[in-house]
């Protein structure tokens, strides 16, 4: 007998969400929702894992509503805050809350980084149930008087291991205290590593834990390709250019490592006939969210971003992810890539490779472990395509572009599970060590990632390339005072920020049993 699928009617929540939940156009929950919603609705302390796209907002955000529903608001207090750690991702899960609220009058408030102070102290003044805020803002609103947060009843702590990486957990550390101790508090992450764990014990009363695929793990609908190609950035582009006429590309984002090679990348794709706009953290906070709405609305067909579009942002129809530069993070590739194949749909991920990024290649080939192909240049097309890409004469020679066929595609070794070095609270403690000089990976896979020969077959899948020295992708940097990049970009990974909160000094407390 066939396993009938769970419906949200299933999972305890009102009728009036359920409405709300249907005119959405959603029937079914994902595993994230699925497990999470009862627990939530329970009054349980929550620490979920799940990749991007799966759901995670609706997860905590239905939940909330129905519980604020049906309590009181005291002394015209809010009694919910969703920290996020960008501004885009804050104004989604208001998004989010908004579709599903219509049914209820509950009200929320907007804290983030480059909008009026004005407006949002209005907005505060009304006594909103819920804040969904940035770190930054909201401690800047606290420091002003201008928000109490002694009525909260749940806190929700999003994407924690990007919060990390942004150094944003003293402030979190801070906000905590200024919180009630007895709270509901719902802790959500990519990932599960040693520090993660370590936030959880600190703010997490015997959470249950809520794990819905590995860490890390790929959407089964993306197909993703490597592809070799010469080093120097005027071949890139040019390379980029013909793998993007080869596909049927219905809509794109294109990340680059850098913000000033945003631009540039942005204006050549112009210049040659494509239809493509920037977005980046040293935007106007105005021009960033015009910038997305038009994306969506499917105005603007490719959309050159950093990693400030890379996690968390729920954006549907996305046919194709163009890694310009391969990230110097592990994690960034899975969730750049994360933003295609969406919901179910089928989605292309494609990565320029040049010799230079072995290594990091490497690491990202051990993080998802697969077997990477890296495939040369001329696999993708003619050179028939190779012309049809431009509308201009093409910006180097048809020989660079188009090499002699190669026999079979490189395919990079991998490190099987059962030979993969545990992590360990040392481990963890070296990896946080190197975070700066790796691109914020905090993972002793990317940290200890050796070229293994790469470079070599890269070199020769790509052998009109010219070596050049220094590579041409460090992490942008945007970081203001106290660790904070209020931005919200996660340009530049700083890791703890100012200081290191002395409960991750502590060796990690042994796990609370579950009484469940």
Do not use: W
Not at 157 to 167: F, P, S, T, Y
Not at 271 to 285: I, K, P, S, T, V
Not at 303 to 325: E, K, T, W, Y
């Amino acid at each position: 007998m066939t396993d009938q699928p769970v419906n949200f009617a299933d999972l305890g929540l009102s009728p009036e969400l359920l409405k709300a939940v249907t005119d959405a156009g959603y029937e079914n929950p994902s595993p994230i929702q699925e497990k999470s919603i009862p627990l939530v609705l329970m009054g349980r302390d929550l620490l979920g894992c799940a990749q991007t796209g799966t759901g995670k907002t609706a997860a905590f955000s239905l939940p909330i509503i129905d519980i604020l529903a049906q309590g009181i608001a005291r002394a015209r207090m809010p009694r919910a805050l969703i920290i996020s750690p960008t501004r885009e991702l804050a104004q989604q899960i208001s998004e989010n809350f908004t579709t599903y609220n219509k049914f209820h009058k509950l009200s929320q408030s907007v804290l983030i980084g480059g909008e009026s102070m004005p407006d949002q102290e209005r907005s505060l003044s009304k006594h909103p149930d819920v804040i969904i805020a940035t770190p930054g803002r909201l401690i800047d609103m606290a420091d002003r008087g201008k928000v109490m947060l002694g009525g909260i009843k749940i806190l929700v702590i999003d994407e924690a291991d990007r919060m990390l990486d942004m150094g944003f957990i003293p402030d979190v550390t801070r906000i905590v205290e200024m919180l009630p101790r007895i709270r509901q508090t719902l802790l959500f992450s990519a990932t599960l590593g040693t520090e993660i764990r370590a936030l959880a014990d600190a703010f997490l009363i015997n959470p249950k834990e809520v794990s819905v695929a590995p860490p890390a793990s790929i959407a089964k609908g993306v197909t993703h390709t490597m592809i070799s190609v010469p080093k120097f950035p005027k071949d890139k582009r040019a390379a980029l250019r013909q793998v993007m006429a080869h596909e049927n590309v219905q809509s794109a984002l294109v990340f680059c490592n850098r913000k000033k090679d945003i631009t540039v990348l942005r204006n050549s794709l112009r210049r040659h006939g494509f239809e493509a706009e920037e977005l980046h953290g040293d935007m106007a906070q105005h021009r960033r969210t015009e910038t997305l709405a038009a994306y969506k609305k499917g105005d603007i067909k490719l959309l050159i971003c950093s990693d400030v579009a890379g996690r968390g942002l729920d954006i549907q129809g996305v046919s194709h992810v163009f890694n310009f530069d391969v990230p110097n993070n592990a994690e960034s590739y899975v969730h750049r890539i994360g933003r295609t194949g969406r919901a179910g749909r089928e989605g292309r991920a494609i990565t320029l490779v040049t010799s230079e990024d072995a290594k990091y290649v490497d690491a990202i080939s051990k993080l998802i472990r697969v077997n990477t192909p890296i495939l040369p240049l001329n696999a993708i097309g003619t050179q028939a395509s190779a012309l049809a890409a431009v509308e201009t004469p093409v910006d180097i020679s048809i020989e660079t572009l188009v090499e002699p066929p190669v026999a079979a595609p490189i395919v990079i070794p991998v490190e099987t599970p059962e030979k993969a070095e545990p992590e360990t609270d040392a481990n963890a403690g070296e990896a946080t060590k190197n975070q700066n000089k790796t691109g914020g990976h905090r993972t002793r896979v990317g940290a200890r990632a050796k070229d293994n020969g790469l470079k070599d077959k890269l070199a020769r899948a790509a052998p009109d390339s010219v070596a050049r020295p220094g590579r041409p992708g460090e992490a942008e940097q945007r970081a203001g005072g106290n660790g904070r990049a209020e931005s919200g970009d996660g340009d530049k990974v700083i890791g703890m920020g100012d200081h290191f909160p002395d409960f991750l000094r502590e060796p990690s407390k042994p796990k609370r049993g579950d009484k469940s």
